[in-house]
Every structure is written in structure tokens, then in C-alpha cells.
């Protein structure tokens, strides 16, 4: 049985898009035979912050997290692939960089645990939220 085909969306965030490293992260993502369907740059107000990261609302680094995504554009895209959301999981690496394996994003390009790099969705249901969160007019288009 081949993976299933899925659709992931990472957000590349302000640290390494201050730190010019958009260009190089996404080279890592196509390396890895994902497929960008959608891209773009954003500023992230403080109500979509906290709307997109709501599940982190009780946390004591929400306020903080919500001020780093908003501290300036991000590069939003809808990756697409076989078990797209695992393995860009597994390039990513741990939530923690200094945990982070060899070669994986947030080794390669995260500072710290807040200043982190990169974002994945972490299931097919935050998956499809988060895509069409910032990706409405993405709903039902197939990558040509
Ligand atoms: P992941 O992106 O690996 O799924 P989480 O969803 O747990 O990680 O975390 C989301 C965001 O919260 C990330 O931007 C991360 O930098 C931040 N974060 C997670 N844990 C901590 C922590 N202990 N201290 C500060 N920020 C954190
Ligand atoms: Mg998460």
C-alpha cells in the first residue's frame, strides 16, 4: 500500500526570514521531495497570532510566542506528498533544536527553543485548519 498523499503547512518563521535563510530552508524542503502547491510572505497581526496558536493560549510562553510570530514577515506554504506531514516532521527535528538531529531545520537554523525557525502542522486535522487558515482559496485545487 502506497503512503497516503497529504498536505502539510509550514511557516518559516521571522527569525530565519530576517536571517535570509527562506532561500535555504526551502531547498531543504524540496530536497526532501516535498512539494510546495502554495506560497507566501505575511505579517502575522497580534489576533491571528493568537488565533493560529490558540492551543497554546494557557501556556506561560503564549504572550511571548505571539510577540515573536508578529516581530516581523513569515513565508507561509502548503507542502504536498506522500505522508507529507510525518516527514517534514522528521526534517524539521525535535521541538527543542539543541535536541534536534543532525542535518534537520531547527539544528541547521533554529537559535533556541523560541526563536525556533520553522513550523509543521502535527496531524491531517491541524493540517487542513491551518492550511485553510491561511490558504482559503487552496480548498479542492490540485498541484499542477
Ligand atoms: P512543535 O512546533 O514542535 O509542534 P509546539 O507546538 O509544542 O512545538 O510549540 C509551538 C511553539 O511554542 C513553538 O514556536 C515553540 O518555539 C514554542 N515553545 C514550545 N515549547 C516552548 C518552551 N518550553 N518555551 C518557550 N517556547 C516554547
Ligand atoms: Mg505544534
Known sequence: MPAAMERTLSIIKPDAV???MTGPI????EGAGLKPIAMRMLHLTQAQAEAFYAVHRERPFFSSLVKFMTSGPVVVSALEGEDAIRRYRDL???TNPEEAAEGTLRRLFAANIEQYAVHGSDA???ARQEIS???RELEGVERS
Open 18 to 20: 530576517a536571517k535570509s
Open 26 to 29: 526551502i531547498e531543504k524542503i
Open 92 to 94: 524539521m527535528g525535535a
Open 133 to 135: 487558515f491561511v490558504f
Open 124 to 126: 491531517s486535522e491541524t
